[in-house]
């Protein structure tokens, strides 16, 4: 069963992805809340998609006027639909799509991004989204104003910066927007 999209120039369109339980993807509810919080700044927008899966994030990103998208997905048969998704929807044009480990591609893509959604494997740690936020500041990914925004299934400790946290059933968006760096 496809993932549709559900607002901007592309919705209704259906995203390809991968059989089994390697993906977890975004559920609709929360990408409509994602979308309708951050409507003021996705236009024009360059999105930042990591642990991209098949896309359904940045792809509506795109779909409701983000300008640009920076993919990265790691695991081959959901990078593969990935391809897929953004052949079959003409949006090589505006998109880049990065195979391998996110922590290597952060040190050799160029920035800034406006928005950058992390979504890895839940049971990644605490710890691990802190380097990720790190190395997006230490290499200049991200902007004065530029938002992160984690999917995770449980409140992330210790992040030493401003953030909001929204609960929809099981998943929690944690926001993060940087006014100085």
């Not at 922590?103 to 950058?116: A, E, M, R």
């Not at 925004?149 to 998943?171: N, Q, Y």
Request: aromatic letters at 8%; proline letters at 5%; charged letters at 25%.
């Amino acid at each position: 069963m496809g993932i549709r999209i559900s607002g901007g120039a592309l919705r209704g369109r259906t995203l390809t992805s991968p059989n089994g339980a390697h993906t977890r993807p975004t559920s609709s509810r929360v990408r409509e809340a994602f979308f309708d919080i951050f409507r003021p700044h996705i236009d024009g927008a360059h999105f930042l998609d990591l642990f991209a899966g098949t896309g359904a994030m940045g792809i509506e990103a795109l779909s409701r006027g983000a300008q640009k998208c920076t993919f990265i997905e790691k695991n081959p048969k959901t990078f593969a639909c990935l391809k897929r998704n953004i052949a079959d929807l003409k949006l090589q044009a505006s998109t880049h799509l990065h195979f391998g480990d996110a922590l290597i591609w952060l040190h050799k893509i160029k920035g800034p991004f406006d928005i950058v959604y992390i979504d890895p494997p839940y049971h990644v740690s605490s710890e691990f989204y802190r380097k990720l936020i790190e190395t997006l500041k230490e290499r200049a990914l991200i902007h004065t104003n530029s938002f992160v925004v984690i999917e995770s299934e449980r409140p992330i400790e210790g992040l030493a910066l401003d953030h909001s946290c929204r609960r929809m059933g099981r998943t929690i968006l944690t926001t993060c927007q940087f006014p100085e760096l």
